[in-house]
T-cell receptor, first 112, second 114 residues
Framework: KQEVTQIPAALSVPEGENLVLNCSFT??????LQWFRQDPGKGLTSLLL???SQREQTSGRLNASLDKSSGRSTLYIAASQPGDSATYLC???????????WGAGTKLIIKP | NAGVTQTPKFQVLKTGQSMTLQCAQD?????MSWYRQDPGMGLRLIHY???????DQGEVPNGYNVSRSTTEDFPLRLLSAAPSQTSVYFC?????????????FGDGTRLSIL
């Protein structure tokens, strides 16, 4: 059974730092992996989607990498800003039916 | 473009009451799903649908019913509310059949069962 883990559960860093959020999964035969952002009291916003054949995806200051063989993905945030404060979740799907299996998230606080 | 719309945003029920959580999307997405989110846990899939007239169970379907009479709407029914169903419920949709299409989420319904 696929399990998705995100460590740490919470992270607080000063503004301007580059940071990395981690996501690990137990079964490497994934179909794709997504990173989401969740703001308090809001729904989830998809940030990046990496297909199984890809190694990374970039959007602005965000870069997500995927290493299927080691069961890991990282979300790199460059030059962090207070507006980046949110909970970041990763989720994997195992096939084209696209049922997502979720990590519990990392709550990120960027201190001004 | 409204995206995925959920109503109500908040609801308090008494044990044993029934209610329907509404979800509508205007993106002509075939795939729709319902999740619940509990503190310290990842989202868990309740039910999903790959098109009008087709529904299937997810990881935690007990106590919930769904139907999909149109492409746009995917309501979730709580048959007899229990305190264990206190949670935040999210509806999501996506375009079916393409591996590079992300899911779109509503803002959630915060449900408390007393």
């Amino acid at each position: 059974k696929q399990e998705v883990t995100q460590i740490p559960a919470a992270l607080s860093v000063p503004e301007g730092e580059n940071l990395v959020l981690n996501c690990s999964f137990t079964d490497s035969a994934i179909y794709n992996l997504q990173w989401f952002r969740q703001d308090p009291g809001k729904g989830l916003t998809s940030l990046l989607l990496i297909q199984s054949s890809q190694r990374e995806q970039t959007s602005g200051r965000l870069n997500a990498s995927l290493d299927k063989s080691s069961g890991r993905s990282t979300l790199y945030i460059a030059a962090s800003q207070p507006g980046d404060s949110a909970t970041y979740l990763c989720a994997v799907s195992m096939d084209s039916n696209y049922q997502l299996i979720w990590g519990a998230g990392t709550k990120l606080i960027i201190k001004p | 473009n409204a995206g995925v719309t959920q109503t109500p945003k908040f609801q308090v029920l008494k044990t044993g009451q029934s209610m329907t959580l509404q979800c509508a999307q205007d993106m002509n997405h075939e795939y729709m799903s319902w999740y619940r989110q509990d503190p310290g846990m990842g989202l868990r899939l309740i039910h999903y649908s790959v098109g009008a007239g087709i529904t299937d169970q997810g990881e935690v379907p007990n106590g919930y019913n769904v139907s999909r009479s149109t492409t746009e709407d995917f309501p979730l029914r709580l048959l007899s509310a229990a305190p264990s169903q206190t949670s935040v419920y999210f509806c999501a949709s996506r375009k079916q059949g393409l591996s590079n299409q992300p899911q779109h989420f509503g803002d959630g319904t915060r449900l408390s069962i007393l």
